[in-house]
């Protein structure tokens, strides 16, 4: 499909497109840039360094998802590496910045040779629509049980979101979201919650850091960044595009995003890649009711990362200090038809039921092992119920031990 022209980007524009974007946006700082912050200051980087850290990654995401979405005529939302970000926490205090550079560039380059490779779209065409379905499920799980956890905390504010998003769903559910977002942020405002009056838009000067190399860095951070964001962000990020009805070519993207990366590593980026959790709030009916101008919150999602990091992560800083049932609710709520799309799925592929469950039960657990996340787990356990269950086994001779076929 050819990308659009601008006078069809504008009659292909609509608010819950633009509300969805806007979600993404403001769910990403207010989630994950926390590990950001928590990782440069455990590492006691200064803050021109942080600065050029949320500028390289913010900018990157917004470039990238940008082009990606306005090309593919898809919503593709690109983020930072979040799996990444929690690697650092641990890793980077024990480097100096220019090594952890030169890791991110190690990283870098192994994600675009995957992506190059075509290695990638042929592990996601393996994968059942089922297990992939499940796989999206079992991610948003929590953001829909943290809604209503949330209601002990602050009841007036988490039940008014709530209330607002039934009635909307019932008299204007393409607003639904708009007036959520809109009702929680005026509460929160009244009740002196959010802290606008710090917000200081000053242009960021990012900081160039010489990468060093070091075996010990490429060795304990490079290559472990390099399989913790395959597997913790690109495979559930097509999982949504596929189970959203998306058939993107995974490559394109994953070669994208890993030169974006490798262009700002030296700006302090530990890396861009596919996002999964808020591209569920672009790909799903909440951003459009019809399929093919949900790409306009992509695009509207990357301009925002960009103006963002163009002012040095001041909104970002915004957006990290609303209160956190505020932003559990919103996301819950902005993934619900995410997450229902992802359960029926699941449901609906019988023949690989009990594969795709496993897959549901394990990612949804957010169990990590050997720094390996849920979803990876996930499709590892799934993979081997689907081999074990459903794969065909061939007849064997009569006293014959029966053989699995190819």
């Known amino acids: 499909m050819n990308p659009p022209s601008l006078a069809q980007l504008r ?100 994600i675009t040779a995957v992506g190059a490779s075509g290695l990638f779209d042929r592990l996601i065409g393996r994968l059942p629509k089922g297990m992939a379905a499940a796989l999206l499920a079992g991610i948003l799980l929590r953001f829909g049980t943290e809604v209503f956890a949330s209601v002990q905390a602050s009841p007036a504010l988490v039940l008014a979101m709530v209330a607002t998003f039934l009635g909307l769903r019932r008299l204007k559910p393409r607003y639904a979201i708009a007036a959520v977002m809109v009702v929680g942020i005026a509460l929160a405002m009244a009740a002196g919650q959010t802290q606008l009056a710090q917000v200081s838009l000053q242009v960021v000067r990012p900081v160039w850091v010489t990468p060093e190399w070091s075996w010990h860095a490429v060795l304990g951070l490079g290559l472990p960044l390099a399989l913790v964001t395959l597997t913790g962000q690109y495979v559930p990020g097509m999982a949504v595009l596929r189970t959203a009805g998306y058939a993107v070519p995974a490559g394109r993207i994953v070669s994208v995003t890993g030169l974006t990366s490798l262009l700002l590593a030296p700006w302090g980026s530990h890396g861009v890649n596919l996002a999964a959790i808020t591209a569920a709030i672009c790909t799903g009916r909440e951003a459009h009711e019809q399929a093919d101008r949900r790409y306009v919150a992509g695009i509207v999602c990357g301009l925002v990362y960009v103006v963002i990091g163009t002012f040095g992560g001041a909104l970002a800083l915004v957006f990290a200090s609303l209160p956190r049932e505020l932003i559990a609710a919103l996301a819950g709520l902005a993934l619900m038809g995410a997450f229902t799309t992802g359960l029926v799925g699941m449901v609906q592929d019988t023949p690989h039921l009990e594969a795709s469950v496993i897959t549901f039960l394990v990612t949804a657990s957010g169990m990590s092992l050997l720094g390996l996340g849920a979803a990876f787990w996930g499709l590892v356990f799934g993979a081997a119920a689907y081999l074990v269950l459903h794969q065909p086994w061939r007849r064997a001779p009569t006293g014959a031990v029966p053989v699995r076929g190819a």
């Open 11 to 110: 009659q292909d524009a609509s608010l819950p497109a633009a509300v969805a974007g806007f979600l993404a946006v403001l769910i990403s700082y207010a989630g994950p840039l926390v590990i950001v912050f928590k990782a440069a200051d455990l590492a006691h980087l200064d803050a021109a360094h942080t600065a050029s850290w949320i500028w390289a990654i913010s900018v990157g995401s917004g470039l990238s998802g940008l082009w990606l979405s306005w090309r593919l005529r898809t919503p593709v939302i690109t983020a930072w590496s979040t799996p990444g970000a929690a690697l650092l926490v641990g890793m980077l205090p024990g480097l100096t910045l220019p090594q952890a550079v030169a890791a991110y560039l190690v990283s870098a380059l192994a």
